[in-house]
Protein backbone atom coordinates (compact mmCIF):
# COMPACT_ATOMS: atom_id res chain seq x y z
CA UNK A 1 0.00 0.00 0.00
CA UNK A 2 2.12 3.01 -1.40
CA UNK A 3 2.12 5.79 0.82
CA UNK A 4 1.80 9.86 -0.23
CA UNK A 5 4.03 10.43 -3.36
CA UNK A 6 5.11 13.57 -3.94
CA UNK A 7 7.23 14.52 -7.18
CA UNK A 8 9.39 16.28 -7.58
CA UNK A 9 11.74 15.39 -4.42
CA UNK A 10 13.92 18.37 -5.60
CA UNK A 11 12.98 21.57 -7.88
CA UNK A 12 15.43 24.12 -8.57
CA UNK A 13 13.66 27.50 -10.12
CA UNK A 14 15.32 30.62 -11.60
CA UNK A 15 13.55 33.85 -10.34
CA UNK A 16 10.47 34.71 -12.46
CA UNK A 17 9.74 30.89 -13.20
CA UNK A 18 6.65 29.03 -12.50
CA UNK A 19 7.11 26.07 -9.97
CA UNK A 20 4.43 22.79 -10.40
CA UNK A 21 4.61 20.71 -7.47
CA UNK A 22 2.38 17.11 -7.53
CA UNK A 23 1.28 14.93 -5.28
CA UNK A 24 -0.63 12.01 -5.31
CA UNK A 25 -2.78 10.75 -2.02
CA UNK A 26 -2.52 7.28 -0.60
CA UNK A 27 -4.98 5.00 -2.11
CA UNK A 28 -8.63 5.63 -1.37
CA UNK A 29 -8.01 8.76 0.56
CA UNK A 30 -9.72 11.86 -1.25
CA UNK A 31 -8.60 14.73 0.54
CA UNK A 32 -5.32 16.44 0.40
CA UNK A 33 -3.55 18.94 2.27
CA UNK A 34 -0.74 21.09 1.52
CA UNK A 35 1.62 22.61 4.04
CA UNK A 36 5.04 24.57 3.68
CA UNK A 37 8.32 24.25 6.00
CA UNK A 38 10.67 27.22 5.47
CA UNK A 39 13.76 26.76 6.35
CA UNK A 40 14.38 26.42 10.18
CA UNK A 41 10.63 26.83 10.72
CA UNK A 42 7.39 24.56 11.48
CA UNK A 43 4.93 23.81 8.61
CA UNK A 44 2.28 26.48 8.25
CA UNK A 45 -0.76 25.15 6.61
CA UNK A 46 -1.19 26.92 2.94
CA UNK A 47 -4.49 24.80 1.14
CA UNK A 48 -7.04 21.85 1.78
CA UNK A 49 -8.40 20.08 -1.34
CA UNK A 50 -10.86 17.61 -2.08
CA UNK A 51 -11.76 16.45 -5.88
CA UNK A 52 -12.33 18.97 -7.61
CA UNK A 53 -13.05 21.90 -5.04
CA UNK A 54 -10.78 23.88 -2.90
CA UNK A 55 -12.38 23.67 0.54
CA UNK A 56 -9.71 26.31 2.75
CA UNK A 57 -7.08 28.11 1.65
CA UNK A 58 -7.14 30.88 3.81
CA UNK A 59 -3.02 29.65 4.06
CA UNK A 60 -2.61 30.21 0.64
CA UNK A 61 -0.85 33.89 -0.24
CA UNK A 62 -3.40 36.18 -2.20
CA UNK A 63 -0.99 35.95 -5.32
CA UNK A 64 0.78 33.93 -7.57
CA UNK A 65 -0.42 30.32 -5.76
CA UNK A 66 -2.68 28.23 -6.65
CA UNK A 67 -3.77 24.51 -6.43
CA UNK A 68 -5.86 22.06 -7.76
CA UNK A 69 -7.00 18.24 -6.99
CA UNK A 70 -8.68 16.85 -10.32
CA UNK A 71 -11.03 14.43 -11.24
CA UNK A 72 -8.44 12.28 -11.97
CA UNK A 73 -4.70 12.36 -11.29
CA UNK A 74 -2.31 14.31 -9.18
CA UNK A 75 -2.90 17.46 -6.74
CA UNK A 76 -1.16 20.47 -8.16
CA UNK A 77 -0.11 23.04 -6.48
CA UNK A 78 1.70 25.84 -8.69
CA UNK A 79 3.99 28.69 -7.97
CA UNK A 80 4.33 31.73 -10.42
CA UNK A 81 6.82 33.97 -10.96
CA UNK A 82 8.76 32.28 -8.41
CA UNK A 83 10.87 34.26 -5.86
CA UNK A 84 13.74 33.70 -3.48
CA UNK A 85 11.13 33.58 -0.18
CA UNK A 86 9.25 30.82 -2.08
CA UNK A 87 12.65 28.35 -1.22
CA UNK A 88 11.38 25.77 1.10
CA UNK A 89 9.81 22.36 1.70
CA UNK A 90 6.36 21.77 0.55
CA UNK A 91 4.45 18.72 2.31
CA UNK A 92 1.17 17.25 0.93
CA UNK A 93 -0.89 15.14 2.62
CA UNK A 94 -3.62 13.24 2.80
CA UNK A 95 -6.80 11.20 4.91
CA UNK A 96 -9.43 9.36 3.73
CA UNK A 97 -13.13 10.44 2.53
CA UNK A 98 -15.61 8.46 4.78
CA UNK A 99 -16.46 10.55 7.96
CA UNK A 100 -19.86 9.38 9.84
CA UNK A 101 -18.82 11.27 12.84
CA UNK A 102 -17.11 14.57 13.41
CA UNK A 103 -13.70 13.66 14.12
CA UNK A 104 -10.04 14.00 12.55
CA UNK A 105 -8.42 11.73 10.26
CA UNK A 106 -4.61 11.15 10.94
CA UNK A 107 -2.96 12.92 7.54
CA UNK A 108 -0.28 11.09 6.29
CA UNK A 109 2.23 13.04 4.88
CA UNK A 110 4.33 12.81 1.81
CA UNK A 111 8.48 13.06 1.69
CA UNK A 112 8.12 16.31 0.79
CA UNK A 113 9.19 18.48 -2.28
CA UNK A 114 11.86 21.05 -1.28
CA UNK A 115 11.96 24.27 -3.73
CA UNK A 116 15.30 26.46 -4.36
CA UNK A 117 14.61 29.70 -6.06
CA UNK A 118 17.88 30.83 -7.43
CA UNK B 1 -7.48 30.92 17.11
CA UNK B 2 -5.60 27.60 17.75
CA UNK B 3 -1.74 27.98 18.45
CA UNK B 4 0.97 25.36 19.57
CA UNK B 5 4.36 26.19 21.42
CA UNK B 6 7.04 24.22 21.65
CA UNK B 7 9.13 26.24 24.09
CA UNK B 8 12.42 24.10 23.98
CA UNK B 9 14.50 25.24 20.31
CA UNK B 10 17.38 22.31 20.80
CA UNK B 11 17.36 19.57 23.22
CA UNK B 12 20.70 17.88 23.73
CA UNK B 13 21.35 14.53 25.69
CA UNK B 14 23.67 12.43 26.16
CA UNK B 15 22.12 8.46 25.24
CA UNK B 16 20.36 6.26 27.48
CA UNK B 17 19.45 9.40 29.09
CA UNK B 18 15.42 10.00 29.51
CA UNK B 19 14.10 13.51 27.58
CA UNK B 20 10.94 14.90 27.77
CA UNK B 21 9.77 16.99 24.85
CA UNK B 22 7.02 20.05 26.35
CA UNK B 23 4.22 20.78 24.20
CA UNK B 24 1.20 23.19 25.23
CA UNK B 25 -1.43 24.53 22.87
CA UNK B 26 -4.12 26.79 22.55
CA UNK B 27 -7.99 26.48 21.52
CA UNK B 28 -11.26 27.36 21.80
CA UNK B 29 -12.51 24.24 20.52
CA UNK B 30 -14.12 21.22 23.00
CA UNK B 31 -13.03 18.84 20.68
CA UNK B 32 -9.79 18.56 19.26
CA UNK B 33 -6.62 16.37 18.11
CA UNK B 34 -3.04 16.85 19.35
CA UNK B 35 -0.69 14.94 17.49
CA UNK B 36 3.17 14.33 17.42
CA UNK B 37 5.40 14.04 14.50
CA UNK B 38 9.09 13.19 14.12
CA UNK B 39 11.18 14.50 10.93
CA UNK B 40 14.25 13.00 10.91
CA UNK B 41 17.32 14.18 9.36
CA UNK B 42 16.39 12.94 5.67
CA UNK B 43 13.21 15.37 6.10
CA UNK B 44 10.47 13.11 5.39
CA UNK B 45 8.02 13.18 8.68
CA UNK B 46 6.87 10.43 10.50
CA UNK B 47 3.39 9.84 12.38
CA UNK B 48 3.68 9.46 15.93
CA UNK B 49 0.60 9.28 18.10
CA UNK B 50 -2.55 11.33 17.48
CA UNK B 51 -5.04 11.53 20.70
CA UNK B 52 -8.45 13.23 20.92
CA UNK B 53 -9.43 15.73 23.67
CA UNK B 54 -11.71 13.43 25.14
CA UNK B 55 -9.02 11.13 26.15
CA UNK B 56 -6.42 12.11 28.93
CA UNK B 57 -5.15 8.15 29.26
CA UNK B 58 -1.08 8.23 29.27
CA UNK B 59 -0.09 6.09 25.89
CA UNK B 60 3.14 4.14 25.90
CA UNK B 61 4.78 2.88 23.10
CA UNK B 62 8.17 1.30 22.89
CA UNK B 63 10.49 3.70 24.82
CA UNK B 64 7.99 6.87 23.67
CA UNK B 65 4.99 8.15 26.05
CA UNK B 66 2.85 10.64 25.97
CA UNK B 67 1.12 12.45 29.13
CA UNK B 68 -2.13 14.49 27.80
CA UNK B 69 -2.74 16.62 30.87
CA UNK B 70 -6.47 19.12 29.85
CA UNK B 71 -5.49 21.05 32.80
CA UNK B 72 -2.42 22.49 32.04
CA UNK B 73 -3.05 22.21 27.91
CA UNK B 74 -0.21 20.35 27.74
CA UNK B 75 0.65 17.05 25.70
CA UNK B 76 4.16 16.34 26.37
CA UNK B 77 6.47 13.59 24.39
CA UNK B 78 8.55 11.48 26.75
CA UNK B 79 12.10 9.03 25.18
CA UNK B 80 13.42 6.79 27.94
CA UNK B 81 16.57 5.03 27.53
CA UNK B 82 17.38 7.39 24.20
CA UNK B 83 19.01 6.19 21.43
CA UNK B 84 21.54 8.07 18.79
CA UNK B 85 18.21 7.04 16.22
CA UNK B 86 16.20 9.53 18.06
CA UNK B 87 18.05 12.28 17.11
CA UNK B 88 15.27 14.44 14.93
CA UNK B 89 12.76 17.46 14.94
CA UNK B 90 9.63 16.36 16.70
CA UNK B 91 6.39 18.66 15.79
CA UNK B 92 3.34 18.71 18.18
CA UNK B 93 0.31 19.74 16.29
CA UNK B 94 -3.59 20.68 16.69
CA UNK B 95 -6.42 20.20 14.61
CA UNK B 96 -10.11 21.46 15.48
CA UNK B 97 -12.42 18.95 14.95
CA UNK B 98 -14.54 21.21 12.47
CA UNK B 99 -16.41 18.45 10.68
CA UNK B 100 -14.79 18.40 6.80
CA UNK B 101 -11.30 20.42 7.46
CA UNK B 102 -8.62 19.08 9.66
CA UNK B 103 -5.66 21.18 8.80
CA UNK B 104 -2.88 20.90 11.95
CA UNK B 105 -1.48 23.77 13.24
CA UNK B 106 2.11 22.90 14.45
CA UNK B 107 4.58 23.99 16.53
CA UNK B 108 7.82 25.54 15.65
CA UNK B 109 9.59 21.85 16.73
CA UNK B 110 12.39 20.26 19.00
CA UNK B 111 15.19 19.56 17.22
CA UNK B 112 16.49 16.94 19.57
CA UNK B 113 20.06 15.49 19.36
CA UNK B 114 21.64 12.33 21.24
CA UNK B 115 24.92 12.01 21.67
CA UNK B 116 26.76 9.12 21.74
Known amino acids: NAGVMQNPRHLVRRRGQEARLRCSPMKGHSHVYWYRQLPEEGLKFMVYLQKENIIDESGMPKERFSAEFPKEGPSILRIQQVVRGDSAAYFC????????????????FGPGTRLTVL | AQKVTQAQTEISVVEKEDVTLDCVYE???????LFWYKQPPSGELVFLIR??????QNEISGRYSWNFQKSTSSFNFTITASQVVDSAVYFCALSEANFGNEKLTFGTGTRLTIIP
Open chain 2, 51 to 56: RNSFDE
Open chain 1, 93 to 108: ASSPLEREVRYSDTQY
Open chain 2, 27 to 33: TRDTTYY
